[in-house]
């Protein structure tokens, strides 16, 4: 099945005659055109007006579809054609919203002035209080300075807030948790962390978004070092405990030993070098990567893993391929060695489509769809928040990632990601590693 990545719903009106709508289906698909829903709208004595949804491969293709349709004649044509994606971003996908009701003066004097007078006069005795009496334990904020927005670049913070809504949205879904977008018109590190640093005690925690290498390297360390909230760089730990995930499973499949498997990482960037330590300190002996930046392989070598000199040796050389270029394309099916395991995680586009992948003689292949750090942060910041934990450590990442191993179907790399159970046991093995170290550092 090709890649759809325009998908447009066609406002379609037809002689009420039976049969036309049948004409138009063929139409669609003599030119490879993917229907979804159809919705009749309205149904008169002459004309019937339908809502045909249309996934095409391309622009081009969708052009054809709609070429296709109006060749038919006959008052057969193409009223408007929108687009559903944008449509549902119209007004943006989050509102804060209250939590009781506010019907008569009294509750309005509870929640507001005169009543809550007592309860900031507490909180500014006993600080400590504003974790049970505000939101502020339940809230997270999702900053970013838009300089690695997935893979589309540095296009900007502003540009960046439709994915800050989403990983808002999906923090609402899945884990209960109040996202709040912070967008940054700076990606200097001393600004960005003195900013961060203001703001923090309005929330319980801190998710970095799309903020690029090495600038983020330096800003999560710091924060987590100055803060004592936790702090996790979304694109560099969310995403190393998803692959990890889809690594054992895909050994475990495959009946191979994780640890003695050769790894191979395209791109050392946020979500590259992460991936690398990650598999570097879960015991894996070989891991190997390249970056078209040399200060990205000296930075993998000073973590223990080895530089490569170009992609076609690394493909030649892995059992295990992991891609986060951005680049769409960059792994030819040429270069896939038989029964390879292939992730190519860029978004919105990989480095090689799975399906081609697969054909070219992969054992398993993934994309950044299905391996997608919306597995692992809602469910990591449920179970930090949840056990009051001041850092997110590499054991409880460690315990998401196996969680979410632990969720998977049989022969499948990862969970689906609108199963609830696989956030809620993220969220679970999280908070007991998190009680755990405190309670051992309460015994030291
Ligand atoms: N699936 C997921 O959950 C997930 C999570 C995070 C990031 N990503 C994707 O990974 C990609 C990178 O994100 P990031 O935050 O790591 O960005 P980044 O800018 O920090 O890293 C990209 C790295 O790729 C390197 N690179 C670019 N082109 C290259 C090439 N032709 N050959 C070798 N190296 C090359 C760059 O030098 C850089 O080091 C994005 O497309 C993003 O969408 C996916
Ligand atoms: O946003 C996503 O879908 C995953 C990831 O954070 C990315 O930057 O690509
Ligand atoms: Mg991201």
Do not use: W
Request: hydrophobic share 45%; glycine share 10%.
């Amino acid at each position: 099945m090709p890649e759809r990545n325009v998908t447009r719903t066609l406002s379609v009106e037809t002689p009420s005659m039976p049969g036309n709508l049948g004409k138009v289906a063929t139409a669609i698909g003599t030119v490879g055109g993917d229907i979804g829903d159809i919705t009749t709208k309205q149904i008169g004595p002459f004309s019937t007006i339908r809502d045909i949804t249309v996934h095409c491969e391309n622009e081009e293709q969708l052009q054809q579809v709609i070429q296709a349709i109006e060749s038919l004649g006959n008052g057969i044509y193409v009223r408007a054609v929108s687009d559903d994606v944008l449509h549902a971003h119209i007004g943006g996908k989050i509102h804060m919203t209250k939590r009781m009701d506010i019907r008569s003066l009294a509750d309005l004097r509870r929640i507001y002035t005169p009543g809550v007078a007592n309860v900031c006069q507490l909180i500014q005795k006993e600080p400590e209080k504003a974790r049970f009496y505000t939101s502020i334990g339940n809230t997270v904020a999702i900053v970013t300075d838009g300089t690695a927005i997935l893979g589309l670049g540095n296009i900007g913070a502003l540009a960046g807030m439709p994915v800050m809504e989403g990983k808002a949205a999906l923090f609402d879904h899945f884990a209960g948790i109040s996202g709040v977008p912070i967008l940054l018109d700076t990606s200097d590190p001393d600004e960005v962390v003195r900013t961060i640093k203001h703001i923090a005690s309005g929330f319980g925690g801190i998710l970095l978004e799309d903020i690029g290498s090495p600038h983020c390297f330096e800003i999560e360390e710091r924060l987590v070092e100055e803060l004592d909230i936790p702090v996790m760089h979304d694109d560099q730990h969310g995403t190393a405990v998803v692959t990890l995930a889809a690594a054992i499973n895909a050994c475990k499949n495959a009946g191979v030993d994780l640890q003695s498997a050769v790894v191979g990482q395209i791109g050392l960037g946020a979500a590259g070098l992460a991936i690398c330590r990650m598999f570097l300190a879960y015991g894996i002996k070989q891991v190997y990567g390249v970056d078209r930046r040399m200060e990205a392989m000296q930075r993998l070598e000073a973590y223990g893993g080895m530089a490569l000199s170009s992609i076609e040796e690394l493909m030649q050389k892995c059992d295990i391929v992991i891609a986060t270029t951005g680049v769409p394309g960059l792994i030819k099916p040429e270069m896939i060695r038989q029964g390879q395991v292939v992730l190519a995680l860029s978004n919105p586009k990989p480095e090689i489509e799975p399906e081609e992948a697969m054909k070219a003689g992969a054992v398993y292949a993934a994309d950044g769809r299905s391996v997608n750090n919306v597995l692992g942060f809602p469910g990591i910041f449920r179970g930090a928040l949840n056990a009051h934990a001041k850092k997110i450590s590499h054991p409880m990442l460690v315990a998401a990632a196996e969680a979410i191993a632990a969720c998977t179907k049989e022969g499948e790399l990862t969970p689906h990601p609108l199963d609830m159970r696989v956030h809620q046991a993220v969220a679970r093995a999280v908070e007991e590693v998190a009680l755990l170290e405190m309670q051992e550092r309460e015994i030291q």
